[in-house]
């Protein structure tokens, strides 16, 4: 019995955290400026979804990304410049919510990372190739 109502409970968790709340008004909701549309799009495209599984706002179907669109229609459509919208964003939430992440010493290892490991990669690789003859 209480494994069924542990079940229940379970199962019922995530559909009990959606918000009753109706999207904001400029979530879904395109801008009447073709111009300024393609501007807030193209900036949605490149901001994270901080509570999805790497999906852009424009994608993300999540609360928060409806509140983030909303917030950048707000904002060009006031006239902001789509790299102050964004440096604004960057400002309230961190790098993480870019996903061009600017370089900083908190960064360095993710932009040296790859060179690294193809540096290791055809080392070992030469290696491999210098034994069998």
């Known amino acids: 019995m209480r494994q069924a109502l542990f079940a229940l ?39 994270r979804c901080l509570v999805c599984q790497g999906q852009s706002i424009a994608d993300s179907d999540a609360d928060m990304a409806a509140d983030m669109r909303a917030l950048v229609r707000q904002r060009i459509a006031a006239g902001d410049r789509p790299i102050a919208v964004r440096d604004w964003l960057i400002d309230r939430y ?3 919510v870019s996903y061009d992440p600017p370089m900083s010493a908190a960064t360095w290892p993710l932009w040296l990372a790859p060179i690294a490991l193809l540096l290791t990669g055809g080392w070992l690789a030469s290696r491999s190739l210098r034994r069998r003859r």
């Not at 709340?21 to 801008?31: G, N």
């Open 94 to 96: 961190g790098d993480y």
């Open 9 to 47: 409970t379970m199962l019922a968790g995530p559909a009990l955290a959606q918000s009753a709340m109706p999207p904001p008004v400029l979530a879904d909701t395109q801008l009447t400026d073709p111009a300024r549309e393609r501007e807030a799009k193209a900036l949605m495209e490149t901001l």
